[in-house]
């Protein structure tokens, strides 16, 4: 039997095919009874519009590509369902893009969405993505983008993050009340901005009580387990070890506290611990790790409001800095 077309389609509904093409993307200028009507006919005609076909035609398709540092990790997999959760009520679908904080990955995975038509992109950066050039092509496409979280700051486009700044001065207040001195941080890479200003809240923290920054007690490294777990075997080594760590994330702050715990130290009586994310795995371990909560299902639904706002408009209008609140979460950590 002959497949139905979308021009079928569009006959045995009285309607034109655009209209048909809107209805079963659930557009919002279509009205609800013909969206209704037009997705039952379909149904019995067991018709599924070909979006490859879509795609040539149109030059876009109902497609949202999403690029991550990676998926392992509990606050871009919350973040990813929040994106998916407002695409798929607004009929697209999501195309998963992980680089593996690799800036040539990231670079490929543009050109995957990209020559897939996507309608939108909306991507954190990785860890080694030292300026945005790679993103240029999206705009010369003039294919919608959002950042969220980590965020290119010389590409003009939307983006939705945190006061990363106050969040770490928090964090850092937080040990400074509790009576810790000697506060170390396990610095993220430079080159990303979230990292840059969470530093900026610890020198601002310990500044206001007039202790400077000592570089010894300033480690830099990447985002993951294995790198909070090295720079925690540099810090043990030192003569006079801080009394208090505030890691740049939370994966960080885990591996600094699996390090601790195979040194035999005990936490917080040795040496406390505060991280960043707030992780599900934070409030898991014994003792719970005091964290600064991100919200990271807000984020991505708020990145993926933003990224529909803009495809519907035609990519018109002023670029948005949104920036959400965080929250302090204390644990047995600290």
């Not at 480690?219 to 070890?241: C, P, Q, T, V, W």
Request: net charge positive; with cysteine.
């Amino acid at each position: 039997m002959k497949h139905k077309t979308l021009l079928d389609i569009a006959r045995l509904a009285g309607v034109s095919p655009s209209t048909v093409s809107r209805a079963l993307r659930n557009h919002p200028d279509i009205n609800k009874n013909t969206i209704k009507k037009i997705k039952q006919i379909a149904a019995r005609n067991n018709f599924s519009p070909n979006p490859i076909a879509q795609g040539l035609k149109t030059n876009t398709t109902s497609t949202i590509g999403v690029i991550v540092p990676e998926i392992t990790h509990d606050f871009f997999a919350t973040a990813i369902s929040g994106i998916e959760e407002v695409i798929y009520k607004s009929g697209y679908t999501l195309l998963l893009c992980q680089s593996n904080e690799s800036s040539e990955r990231e670079s490929l995975n543009i050109d995957l969405l990209l020559n897939h038509r996507v309608a939108g992109i909306i991507a954190s950066i990785s860890e080694s993505t030292l300026n945005g050039t790679h993103f240029k092509k999206v705009l010369k496409r003039k294919t919608p983008l959002v950042f969220f979280d980590r965020v290119c700051t010389d590409i003009a486009a939307d983006k939705v993050i945190i006061d990363d700044e106050k969040g770490a001065f928090d964090a850092v207040s937080f040990l400074l009340a509790k009576g810790y001195k000697r506060i170390a941080h396990l610095k993220g890479p430079d080159n990303l901005s979230n990292c840059s200003q969470r530093y900026k809240g610890y020198v601002k923290a310990i500044g206001k009580i007039g202790i400077k920054p000592e570089k010894s007690l300033i480690i830099s490294g990447g985002m993951n387990e294995i790198d909070g777990y090295n720079s925690m075997a540099k810090i043990l080594k030192m003569k006079k070890r801080p009394d208090a760590i505030f890691a740049v994330n939370d994966p960080v702050a885990i591996g600094a506290f699996q390090k601790i715990r195979e040194e035999g130290l005990a936490i917080p009586r040795d040496i406390a611990i505060v991280g960043f994310s707030n992780n599900i795995i934070t409030s898991l371990i014994t003792p719970g790790i005091t964290t600064i909560a991100q919200p990271s299902f807000e984020m991505g639904k708020t990145a993926a409001s933003v990224l529909i706002e803009r495809i519907r408009k035609g990519n018109k209008g002023e670029n948005k800095i949104i920036v959400l609140d965080t929250q302090l979460i204390i644990r047995d950590s600290a």
